[in-house]
C-alpha cells in the first residue's frame, strides 16, 4: 500500500443478520482452531431494534425462526464436528454502515482501508467530562477507528502500547486534527501527549502515517 485517502462511515438503522450455532470453549475445543466450533448462514438484512435507551437491542429471541428450521447450520465450518441439541442457536446480527461520498454499505469488519468510524458505544458514555487516552476520546468527545491494511483497527484516541505516562489521562498518544468528514483528518504529536514515538501507528505487515486525509506507509 502506498496511500489512501480516509473515508467516512456513519452507522444505520440496519443490520446484517446469520443464523448462527456455536459450541463455547469452555465445553469444547475445535480441534482446527483451537477455540470454538462456529457456522453461520447469512439471512440478510433487517431493522435494528432498540432499547428504550437508544440502545441496540441484544436479545433476538423472539426474531430467529424454530430450531428445526432447515437453515441453521448442521456443523461446524472450521472442524466439521457436528452441533449437538443443546448447542446454542443465536440470531446473530452486525450493525450496518454507510460511506458518506460512494453510498457503499458494510459491516465493521469489512470496511475497506482508510475507512473511519466513531466507536459510538465508546463515545456515547464520554459526551461530557475529560478526554485523552485513558478514555478513549478526542478532543470533540468522539473515539475515532480507522481502518489499517490485515482488517486492524486503529482506536486512535487510545492509549499506545508504548506509552510513557501510562499513569496520566488526559493526554492524546496520538494527537488528531481536522475532521474525517472533510478529509482533513490529521495525526500527530502536537499537542498535549506522550514521548511515544512520532505519531505514526504499527501493526503486523504495516507502519504509517495518517496525514492530511491519507494513510500512508513510513
Not at 443465536?90 to 458494510?106: H, M, N, P, V
Request: hydrophobic fraction near 25%.
Amino acid at each position: 500500500m502506498s496511500e489512501v485517502k480516509i473515508s467516512w462511515w456513519e452507522p444505520t438503522d440496519s443490520e446484517r443478520q446469520w443464523l448462527r450455532r456455536y459450541t463455547s470453549s469452555d465445553q469444547h475445543k475445535c480441534s482446527a482452531t483451537g477455540g470454538y466450533c462456529n457456522a453461520m448462514f447469512e439471512l440478510g438484512e433487517a431493522d435494528i431494534l432498540y432499547t428504550k435507551d437508544g440502545y441496540i437491542a441484544g436479545d433476538r429471541d423472539n426474531r430467529k425462526p424454530a430450531d428445526g428450521d432447515h437453515r441453521w447450520p448442521k456443523a461446524c465450518n472450521a472442524c466439521g464436528r457436528p452441533f449437538g441439541d443443546d448447542d446454542p442457536h443465536q440470531l446473530f446480527g452486525k450493525q450496518i454502515y454507510i460511506c458518506e461520498a460512494t453510498g457503499e454499505r458494510s459491516t465493521l469488519d469489512k470496511v475497506p482501508v482508510g475507512g473511519c468510524w466513531d466507536a459510538w458505544w465508546i463515545s456515547e458514555r464520554r459526551r461530557e467530562g475529560p478526554t485523552g487516552s485513558g478514555y478513549m476520546v478526542g478532543p470533540d468527545h468522539r473515539s475515532l477507528v480507522v481502518k489499517l491494511p490485515g482488517n486492524h483497527d486503529w482506536y486512535i484516541d487510545s492509549r499506545a502500547s508504548n506509552c510513557t505516562k501510562p499513569d496520566e489521562s488526559e493526554h492524546s498518544c496520538w494527537v488528531r486534527h481536522g475532521r474525517p468528514e472533510d478529509g482533513t483528518l490529521h495525526v500527530d504529536k502536537d499537542g498535549n501527549t506522550c514521548a511515544a514515538g512520532a505519531g505514526s501507528i504499527a501493526v503486523p505487515g504495516f507502519h504509517g502515517f495518517l496525514h492530511h486525509g491519507v494513510l500512508r506507509d513510513c
